[in-house]
Every structure is written in C-alpha cells, then in structure tokens.
C-alpha cells in the first residue's frame, strides 16, 4: 500500500526483557502457577513497565470459535467496538475477563472476550476475503478506527494477558494461576522510552499466533516499510509488531514453512551459503535476495507459538539469551535457566540452541 | 598584464614561483598541457603566462624544489552579490566567441549538499554495536529484478526444495560501483584499470557509452556495458560481454543532451571500439532516436534481453529530474531490472554550463522519492535502484543505502583516486594527469598498474568504513541498512525537505 503521510515519523519503542515458554508435547495441561514462578523468577529483567503471558488450550469448550480479547478504556470504547464485532461476526458469547483488584496495578483498563464465528456470507466491505484476511482486518479496523479500544488477541483456543506492570502483578490481576494449557509464553518487559502502554505489552498476538520477544531490531526502519509494501501497516511502534507480521505474511501468506521463515529472520552468513551443496547455494542466495528487506538485525530471541507449536530463534550472531531444557513430555525455553530449574528442578536436557537456528517444537498429535 | 584584452586579464590562477628554489629544470614546461611554463630563450630561464594555467597542480606536483605554488588570482572583481566574477567571465568568453560555454567535471554551483545535513545512528546500551573485527559484516549485494514472493517446498526427508527461479542478478561484494565513462572520455590505461580493479575487489564499473575494448573482454564478470542514444560500439558480442547492460537515457550533469567526443580525441584505438572514423567527431544525440516515449523504451529493454538471452539484468540510467519517481516507476514497469539514477552534481567530460549548472535536481531528493514511489507502488523489488552523482565518501555511500539504495556509482571519486584535481578541463583532450586524454605522451602519465591498485584501495577503504559504520549502528548484514531511514536524521532542513527525504529532524 502507498505510505501513509509521514510514515516515517515515528517514535519506536526500546526494551529489553525476560521470555519464558512452555510447551507439552501431549497437550497435557500445564498450570499457568508454572509459568507465573518462571516470571517471578525473572523479576529483574523488567522494570514493571510491561508484562504479559499467553496461554494455548484455555477454551476447549469454545474451540471452533475465534475468541477476541478486548481491552476498553472507556465505555464508549466498548459500545463502538461491540457494535463493529456485532456487524462482522456471529457472535456466540461474551463476558468481562475475570480480573482481580490488586494493589500493584492502579486503574487498570477494562477487560472482555468475545466468542465469535465469521458468518457464512458476510456482507462488508471484507466480505471478499478469505477467513484469516477477514479476521486481521477486523483486528486492524478496531486498532486503527476505535479510540480507547484494543484488541489484545483474537485466535482460536488461545489468549493473552497483558499489561503494564511485572509480570507477576499481572499474572494476579488475570488470575492467570486459574487457567491451564498446553503452551504458555511470558514476558517481561523493560523499556527504556515509553511510559507504558498496555495494548504495546507482550506477547503481541494475531489470529493464533503469539509472540514474546527480547530484542532491540535493528533494521526496524526497513521492516516496517517492506511491511507497508505488503499492505501491513505498523502502528504500534514495537520490534516485535514487525515480527508478527512478518511471521503471517511468509508462513500464512507465502507458504513457507516455519523454518524457512526463521531463516528469513536469521538467515545464514554469505560465507556458509558459499560452502552449501549447490541446491542449497542457490535456495539460500534466492532467500537472501528476495527477504533481505526483511531480515531481523540487531539482538533478539523470540518465541512464537501456535495451537501446534512452539519455536525458539535467536539472531545470527546470538546476542541475546536463549536456553532450551527438556523434561518429559514437556519443553521449556528461557532467557535464564534459574527460571527452568525454579519450576522443574530435574531436567533431562538443556543446551543454547546456536545462533539463528531456530528450534521447533511440534505437538505429537 | 598590460595590454591584454580584458577576457585574458581575468584570469583564474596565478603561478608563484620561488626564484631561489628554482633550478630552471623546465620539468614544469614538459608537465604543462596548456603551455603556461615556458622557456625564455633572451632571459635563459623558464617563465609562464598566468593566462593559460587552468590550475590543475601537476607543475606544482612534480616540481622537483618544490618552487611552485598555484594560487587563485588574489585580484578580485568588485563584490556584488549579483553579478559573481563567474558571470561577468563567462560573459567577456561569449562576446568573444559567439559560443556555447562548455564545461567539465561535475557542477560546481552552491546548492544544498543534503549528505551534509543529514547524520547516522549509533547503538548505544540497548542493542550492542558490532565489532567488524571480530564478527562477520556483510555487504554483499545483489542488483537486479527479485520476486514477490517465493515458493518453496518440503520434500519428503524434510528437506526445502526452491520452485521459485529468480532472474539473474549483478552479484557485487561490496555495492560501490566504478561509473559510466567511456573509453575515449578517458583512455584505455584506466579503463583496464578499472576494470582490474572491479574484479579484484568483486564490484563492476560501466563501459560507459563509447564501447568495450576487445582485450577487456575477459574482465566481463565485472562489466555493465552501457547502450546510449549513439550506440558506439555496440555489437551482439559486446552485449554478451558484460554482467549487465546500461541503456544510458540521461546522464545527471546534463539531462536533456546527448554527448560530444571531439575528433580530436578519437585515435586507432578508440575508433576501432566505438566503431567511428578516426578524426571525427562522435555525436550522441539528445534522446535515443528510438525511444520517444516509455512503451519505446520497453521495446528496446526487451530487444536486449532477447540479444542477451535473458542472461543478463538490464539497467536503465536516468538524470535526477523534477519528476524523476513518476519515470522511475515507468522504467520500473517497462522491465527494467535495476534503475539507476544520476543527480545533478554528477560527472561530465564535456557539457554546457548552462545545463550543468541549472537542470536536474541534487540526487538525495530524487533517490528518496525513487525509492519511496516504488515502494508506494509495491514495485521496489522489481528493481534494484542505483544511485550516483556526487558521492565523496563511505559516509555519503552509507546514507545512500539508507535512504533506499541498493547500490552507488562513483564516477568523480574513480577519477580523483588516480589523480585528478578537478580543473575542470576534461573536453580540451590535454588532460595534463593523463586522465581525460587519449594524447599517448599525456595517458601514459596513467600508470594502469598503480591506476587500478589505487582504484581497488579505495573500494577496499571505503568498503571497511562502511562495515564500521554498519557495525556501530548494531547491523552486520547491508540489507538491513537499504531503506532503513530511521538511521539517518536531518540537521537544519525544512519540513519539506525532511518530508522529502522521509526522515526526521536530528533530535527527535
């Protein structure tokens, strides 16, 4: 799409952080206490400013149904927004996100998740799209047209939890220590610019995908407009929005595999591709050349989950941590491994995964 | 100097010449092209004529007692900040000749430099700078057509099959180009140099319009023969010879003309490689007879193509004019593989003054709406952009690729590294570095041996400032720069020049 005016006058927010996640590989179900202790243990690499959590598995009951996490500031912002979810969807159910007051978060926003289906023949101007086009626009259209309203996670069987606060105190407010899933991910947030914003906390989500992210990229300023070519418009000013995006258009969009993504994301050095077999030669120079706009410079482990995975990759040169433990069924991936030996002690395995190879981690189902 | 008309009184330069230290070795009578230095056979000793000296330095160079000195001419017009002391010259010139004022090298007129007023980035605490010494830094860049997307596949064992083919591409290792200047413009000593040069340290230079010598033809990896509106020297093997092929529409010092290689400067061997008689002039005209309109130029990219069996990317050169993004993207659509754009402070052998100092637009203005358009039509990677015309330095190359270059040209920056001092003479063929002239006794001052060792020096020097740059702004890979505009900042531009330029004010 042509560049909005101005486009490049924006401020873009700077952190670093803490990443945790989960995942058993039988879906057995995992209390979010786990990943709570593994954050709590992690209290230092925030600064309050940011912490989030997302949790697979949560609403078995509504599993077929895309479920919106909304957050509102003001009911206004609910009366605009409920009208717009009424209009582009059936909506099956609704209710306010249970929340608890707790002393560590201060006038928090307001919280409700929506369980809903696009109809059969929907008439909007979306109406040509197909089902997961149709649900990011409607994500986009709230996030870009609604005052005061933002919505948090909009996948299948899925949600996140975030706010301005440690991760903790989030943790509590959610009463995530009530929810169980297969796959979770935390993060805590330490920004250096920002007074705190609780849409920018992560993980940063769209349709099932989830992200949390350590990182400071680099090449921001080119991502963004590679995306803006692709019709992706960042306006939330964080690295791990670029991520995202980038995630949907070359896995949803262009067919890639997980792997080759990572491999856009931190793909190998010239010199490894100069020694590669030549069919590899060849694939790699070709995905080089035509994603290098879209490479993640700059320092940053990421984890990225969907109802069937969870993956873990560092930048090229691996200039954050990122630990890899396993136990059972279940894998843990970290920023520290105290946070790992805090909530599982024994562990079978642990190692570093090296620099921009991703791991994945599939459900054996 | 008494009794001289007043055009030869106002002069540039003056010749200071130290008695005591001169030996009157006549080294500088031999050196002067332009016959300032003489010998006075009543006074036995060497005298000049302040009149002739075009204030290239090369007696003041090769001096052996160091007694020379080139100073302007401290005598100095009235001030009036109307009528310079350019104008009223150029003035006294033209009522004496009846003629166009030519002019050579790039302009010298003060407009905006915007290099200078815009500033990179540096990591600092929340994101390491990278150290080029220790870790990789990669500049690798590849010009031509890429795909959208690409379609990849997983075989059986797991293993990614590649189903998308991309066209080809000019591989380069460092994206800083030598630039189109033709065999005749300058002479065969440098362009072997330039040739040599390109291939040692994996970049291209550009035939320019005046053909490829045959002997050069092994250095083709690292060529991109150039096709303009005269079309010397082309011939299917020389199609076939290059990378790439450059079909010159405009050339950033003078948009709008085509070309003038007097006869003069048309000896056996340039007339054997542009296909001319020896003596006479080599006219280009000022649009390529073929192409009067975009669907023209379509024709004539593919007519390459064809001739080149799709082997090669095809580049097509404009000048930096007022609506240079709208033309971008045409040549874009038209099929061209890489589009290179020439700002007005580009190089020239020979142009009007006229032209050179009043048409065309500074090349950080127009890159910036290039690559902006294409990106706004989603066509940037349809083409690679090219940007040239008055980069000095790995600073300028750096900002370049960070408003949305893919690669650079330098043309100017080529010839200083070997010497010259831009007097500005370069149509006169008597080039006294040996530069722009085809005259044996002054080109073999071109050493192609230390020619093309300097030229790679440099393409090595700026190409590890350019690492240390990139590692300081926390990037190690040169496609995470192209583009990436938040690492450039304006200082004391006006919103619509930063809006122009898509950044913002230092400071924000």
């Known amino acids: 799409m042509k560049a909005p005016d101005r486009y490049y006058d924006f401020e873009k927010d700077i952190s670093g952080c803490g990443i945790f996640g989960v995942i058993h590989k039988k879906r057995g179900l995992i209390s979010g206490e786990m990943p709570i202790a593994a954050m709590t243990c992690m209290h230092d690499r925030g600064n309050g400013l940011g912490g989030g959590f997302a949790a697979y598995g949560i609403y078995p009951d509504h599993a077929d149904k895309y479920c919106f996490h909304m957050m509102y500031d003001d009911k206004k912002a609910i009366e605009n927004s409920e009208h717009v979810l009424r209009k582009y969807f059936d909506l099956h159910f609704l209710e306010p996100i249970p929340t608890r007051k707790t002393l560590a978060i201060p006038n928090p926003p307001m919280f409700n998740r929506y369980f809903v289906t696009v109809p059969e023949k929907p008439v909007n101007e979306f109406s040509e799209l197909a089902e997961e086009d149709y649900i990011v626009s409607v994500v986009m259209k709230i996030n870009t047209t609604i005052p005061g309203a933002f919505v948090v996670s909009s996948g299948k069987n899925m949600g996140a939890f975030k706010g301005v606060g440690f991760p903790e105190d989030i943790a509590e407010f959610f009463r995530l220590e009530e929810y169980k899933a297969y796959i979770w991910t935390g993060h805590n947030r330490f920004p250096t610019n920002t007074p705190g914003w609780w849409g920018g906390a992560h993980p940063f989500t769209i349709l099932n995908w989830s992200i949390v992210h350590n990182g400071e990229i680099s090449s921001y300023g080119i991502n963004r407009r590679y995306l803006c070519e692709n019709d992706y418009l960042c306006t939330m000013m964080t690295d791990t929005e670029v991520v995202a995006y980038e995630l949907d258009m070359l896995i949803r969009k262009h067919g890639l595999s997980w792997e080759m993504a990572a491999k856009c994301f931190a793909p190998p050095f010239w010199d490894e591709i100069e020694r590669m077999s030549p069919e590899d030669k060849e694939l790699y120079t070709t995905l080089r050349a035509t994603y290098g706009p879209g490479m993640l410079n700059g320092p940053f482990a990421i984890l990225v989950a969907d109802n069937n995975r969870l993956m873990g990759l560092n930048d090229r040169i691996k200039l954050r941590p990122l630990l890899v433990a396993e136990k059972d069924d279940m894998i843990f991936m970290s920023s520290e491994e105290s946070a790992v030996r805090e909530v599982c002690p024994e562990l079978d395995k642990v190692w570093m995964p090296k620099a921009g190879e991703p791991v994945i981690i599939d459900l054996e189902d | ?508």
């Open chain 2, 1 to 508: 100097m008494l009794f001289q008309p007043i055009n030869k009184n106002y002069h540039e330069f003056c010749i200071e010449r130290d008695k005591d230290l001169c030996i009157n070795c006549k080294v500088c009578v031999r050196q002067c092209s332009y016959d300032a230095h003489f010998w006075d056979e009543s006074r036995q000793k060497v005298m000049h004529d302040n009149t002739k000296c075009i204030g290239c330095h090369r007696c003041e160079a090769l001096c052996p007692t160091a007694a020379l000195s080139i100073r302007n001419k401290p005598s100095d017009f009235r001030p009036h900040k109307l009528w310079r002391p350019v104008f009223l010259q150029n003035i006294y010139k033209q009522a004496d000749t009846g003629g166009v004022l030519l002019a050579g090298m790039g302009s010298p007129v003060d407009i905006p430099v915007y290099w200078d007023s815009m500033l990179l980035d540096a990591s600092q605490v929340t994101n390491p700078s990278i150290d080029p010494l220790r870790e990789p830094m990669e500049l690798k860049t590849f010009l031509g057509a890429k795909p959208k997307r690409l379609s990849i596949v997983t075989d059986k064992n797991g293993k990614p099959k590649l189903k998308t083919k991309l066209t080809p591409q000019l591989e380069l290792d460092v994206p800083i180009m030598f630039a189109a200047m033709s065999l005749g413009a300058i002479n065969f000593n440098l362009h072997q140099a330039m040739a040599r040069a390109a291939t040692e340290t994996g970049t291209a230079y550009n035939t320019g319009e005046g053909g490829l010598h045959k002997s050069l033809y092994k250095y083709g990896k690292n060529t991109i023969v150039q096709v303009a509106s005269g079309r010397f020297g082309v011939h299917l093997d020389y199609l076939k010879a290059g990378s790439a092929i450059e079909i010159k529409v405009g050339q950033g010092a003078k948009p709008g003309i085509g070309g003038h290689l007097p006869g003069e400067k048309i000896n056996f061997m340039v007339s054997e490689t542009r296909m001319v008689p020896i003596g006479s002039d080599a006219i280009s005209p000022a649009p390529h007879h073929d192409i009067y309109s975009i669907e023209d130029l379509l024709q004539l990219i593919y007519a390459l193509k064809e001739a080149s069996e799709y082997k090669v990317p095809i580049s097509v050169k404009i000048a930096a004019v007022h609506n240079v993004a709208a033309i971008a993207s045409g040549v874009v659509r038209a099929g061209a593989d890489i589009v290179t754009v020439d700002g007005m402070r580009g190089g020239t052998g020979a142009a009007p003054a006229m032209i050179r100092d009043n048409v065309g637009i500074p090349i950080e203005l127009a890159l910036a709406q290039v690559d902006q358009r294409l990106r706004d039509e989603g066509i940037r990677n349809k083409a690679s952009i090219v940007a040239a015309g008055g980069i000095r330095c790995s600073g300028d190359v750096v900002k370049a690729i960070a408003l949305g270059a893919d690669a650079v040209y330098i043309g100017t920056a080529t010839l200083i590294a070997v010497g010259c001092t831009l007097c500005g003479r370069c149509y006169t063929g008597k080039c006294p570095w040996g530069i722009a002239t085809n005259d044996s006794k002054l080109s073999k001052r071109q050493n192609p041996d230390i020619a093309a060792r300097k030229l790679a020096n440099l393409i090595r020097a700026w190409g590890h400032e350019i690492e240390e740059m990139l590692g300081g702004m926390g990037l190690n890979s040169i496609e995470s720069l192209r583009g990436n505009r938040d690492k450039l900042r304006g200082v004391g531009l006006s919103d619509t020049e930063l809006d122009i330029l898509g950044i913002k004010h230092a400071g924000r």
